[in-house]
Each structure stands twice: as structure tokens, then as C-alpha cells.
């Protein structure tokens, strides 16, 4: 038998059951969601099991088992028997605009197991799995997951760090939003800046069509959704063509950039969010890192090999692979203008 350090072994061993407490936990985290459990605490707390049952119309004894896991995980606080979210807390579990609302990233975790029969066969074929063969709720989840740093920095942080680019959407500018899932990226930027007129292209006709229940939901008309690829979107003489979390995605992320570039107007810029990462793996060995990896490993990448080229970036693709695909398309300059712990935002013209 090979010999091993004991210490390292119970540490090794402690670190696992921490990552499977946490796996666990995902159900009933979206549990908590569904069912307004989170909502209630922040709104009632301190209550005691039964007084939370009794406001979201659950049974008491599983709204007192659920109370005892989240306690255990830390996510809920409990003092003498009666369960509270924390501000804290309240801020990842139960505050809809809070820039670290993590739900979405717990409901795109679940659907990651979901779809893992079909990435597993891909692991043999070194075939994709289609954007649109994935895990039903992917699409949903992944639209929430990005939507708190859509609140809470795009209008705010990012696209003032872009030369002269808010000034021209104050006066009214037209912009291309490639990629844009359910727009939720869109119909943000259409709210805050109403004389302008905004475009949202995907290829996936489910995210379009929810993207255009959205901005009928939010009554914002000067947006509108069509179903087209990265590469060939209708179009020209944009102000500003902007890429959320979605370059990496791409079958074919060069003829994109060459065609972006061929459809923004002479002094008109790209903007493209892309998740944040270093050049190499050993400064990505983190847990932003870790994450990232492992929603590449079962979407991004899939979703790559699934198209033409099949390029595969992958979510870690890092700033100076990003900078080598945008200049292939005709970019002159491509800097880095803004990061958050998740993303990076890069300015092309």
C-alpha cells in the first residue's frame, strides 16, 4: 500500500465533504427560492419553523428540516431556535438587485447535472451538444446568473469606461447586442438610455422569443429581438455592437469579429464581456476559477463543438487569447476598461 501523510489525507478528506455540502445544498437552495422561504425569512425573521410555514403555506416539518440544512451550511442564522436571514445573507439568497445574488448560479449548477448524459457521450464522440440541447432550464438560469452585474454595472461602471460611448447613446445611438440570451443586457441598457435604439441577436429562437416577452413585460420600445448568428447579423453603420459572456461560446468567434467590425460605423466600438481569467491555468486555480472550468467543461465548450469551426475558447480563455481573436477580425486596438471578481470588460475598435 502506498504510504500517505495523514494530515494531508484529513484535510484532502475535509475539503471534499465541504464541496459535497455545498452540492448538496443546490436543491434546496432552488427550494427556498420557489417557495419564497428566503423572501419570508428576510421579511419576518426571527420566526420559528412553524411561524415559516405558516406564511408560504409549506408543511412545518419540512420547512424545519430545510431550516436545520441551511443553518448547517451557514446560510440562514438561528438563535435559540428561531431562524433569520442575516443582511449578509439576505444579500446572496433573497435580494433580487443585489450585485452578489448567487440563485442563478445554484439553478445553473442543477442544470449542469441535468444535462450530464449528454456531455458525458460527448466526452467520447469529441462532438458538441447544440445551445438548444441542453438542459431545459439552462437558458433561464444562465440569464439569471449574469443579471445582477447587468443591474448593477453596465449602465454604472461599464460602459462609461468606453471613450465617448455614452455620450452617443444620450444623443441616440444604434447598437447590436450579439448574443444576447433572454436580453435581459439588452432591454437594460434600452431603460437607460430611451433615445436610442437597440437590437438583440441571438440564435437560439426560444431565448428570442423570451427576450421579447421580457421588454413587452417591461413596456421598453426602443428594443426589439431577432433570431441571427454572430457572423452574419442583418445590420450596419453601428454606434456600438456589444458581446455579454457569449465570445467564448462561439463555433466561429474570428468571423465574428470580422463581421462586428464590418458593421460598426467608422468610430464605433465593441464591447465585449467575457468571464474573468488569467492567461494561463495556474492563475485561474481559484474558485472563480474552479467555477468558470467546470461551466465550461459542461456548456461552454459543448456548446462550441457544436457549431461550425468549433473553436472552443472556453470560458477561461483569458484576456490575451480574447485580444488575438478580436484583432483577427480587423480590431486595431483592444484594451481591458473595467473587471469585477467575474468578469472583464474589453473595449475593440
Not at 465541504?18 to 423572501?39: E, F, K, R, T
Not at 448593477?152 to 447586442?177: I, M, R, S, T, Y
Not at 461552454?300 to 477561461?316: F, I, N, Y
Amino acid at each position: 500500500m502506498t504510504k500517505f501523510d495523514e494530515a494531508k489525507l484529513n484535510e484532502f478528506v475535509g475539503r471534499v465533504l465541504n464541496d459535497l455540502g455545498g452540492a448538496v445544498s443546490v436543491p434546496l437552495v432552488q427550494i427556498g427560492d420557489a417557495l419564497g422561504l428566503y423572501g419570508a425569512l428576510r421579511d419576518r425573521g426571527p420566526v420559528t419553523a412553524e411561524d415559516l410555514a405558516a406564511a408560504t403555506g409549506c408543511a412545518a416539518r419540512y420547512v424545519r428540516e430545510w431550516l436545520s440544512a441551511q443553518a448547517a451550511s451557514g446560510y440562514v442564522t438561528v438563535d435559540a431556535g428561531r431562524f433569520s436571514l442575516s443582511p449578509e445573507q439576505a444579500m446572496v439568497f433573497a435580494t433580487l438587485d443585489s450585485p452578489v445574488n448567487l440563485i442563478g448560479a445554484f439553478d445553473t449548477a442543477a442544470a449542469m447535472v441535468e444535462n450530464q448524459p449528454k456531455v458525458r457521450a460527448a466526452f467520447k464522440t469529441g462532438r458538441g451538444v447544440a445551445w438548444g440541447d441542453q438542459a431545459g432550464c439552462l437558458f433561464c438560469a444562465v440569464a439569471r446568473l449574469f443579471r445582477p452585474g447587468y443591474v448593477n454595472a453596465l449602465v454604472q461602471d461599464w460602459l462609461p469606461a468606453l471613450d465617448g460611448v455614452v455620450d452617443k447613446l444620450e444623443a441616440g445611438a444604434k447598437v447590436a447586442d450579439v448574443g444576447c440570451g433572454h436580453g435581459l443586457s439588452t432591454i437594460v441598457m434600452a431603460q437607460a438610455f430611451p433615445s436610442s435604439e437597440f437590437i438583440g441577436y441571438d440564435f437560439h429562437m426560444g431565448s428570442v422569443a423570451a427576450a421579447a416577452a421580457h421588454a413587452k413585460a417591461h413596456s421598453v420600445h426602443n428594443v426589439r429581438f431577432e433570431v441571427a448568428r454572430a457572423q452574419d447579423f442583418p445590420g450596419k453603420d453601428y454606434d456600438l455592437v456589444t458581446c455579454f459572456d457569449c465570445l467564448h461560446d462561439m463555433g466561429d468567434p474570428a468571423a465574428a469579429a470580422a463581421h462586428i467590425r464590418k458593421a460598426i460605423k467608422p468610430g464605433g466600438k465593441w464591447m465585449v464581456v467575457e468571464p474573468a481569467a488569467g492567461d494561463s491555468l495556474d492563475e485561474n486555480l481559484n474558485p472563480i476559477g474552479r467555477i468558470y472550468y467546470s461551466a465550461s467543461t459542461m456548456i461552454c465548450v459543448p456548446t462550441s463543438l457544436a457549431q461550425d469551426t468549433g473553436l472552443a475558447l472556453g470560458a477561461q480563455a483569458g484576456e490575451k487569447q480574447l485580444a488575438e481573436v478580436i484583432r483577427s477580425g480587423g480590431f486595431e486596438r483592444v484594451q481591458r476598461v473595467a473587471s469585477t471578481p467575474l468578469n472583464m470588460v474589453l473595449e475593440a475598435a
